[in-house]
């Protein structure tokens, strides 16, 4: 799977929240306001999987199509990855 410049800045983001976290740690901030930036991060996390899923699940669909083969397989597969990433 080739991963796109939008991809990557998702992740970059992700990074630059997970430091602000660390630095938050460093700073003893607010319990509150810890728990409130990671759950942000989770959050950002989950929708890269989701993401980076479906991206792929459309690319091995259409290539399994364009083979005559099924797509059952490909589905369950991105299916077990999503719930894996919970």
Known sequence: MEYND????????????????L??????KDCKDLVGQMSAARNAMDR????????N???CVRDQIEKGEDTE???QEAVNLLVKSR
């Open 48 to 55: 890269a999987i989701g993401l980076v899923v479906s991206t």
């Open 57 to 59: 699940l459309e690319q």
């Open 73 to 75: 397989e490909l589905i």
């Open 23 to 28: 630095r938050m740690m460093e700073e003893e």
């Open 6 to 21: 939008q991809m990557k800045n998702r992740m970059k983001r992700i990074e630059g929240q997970v430091k602000a976290i």
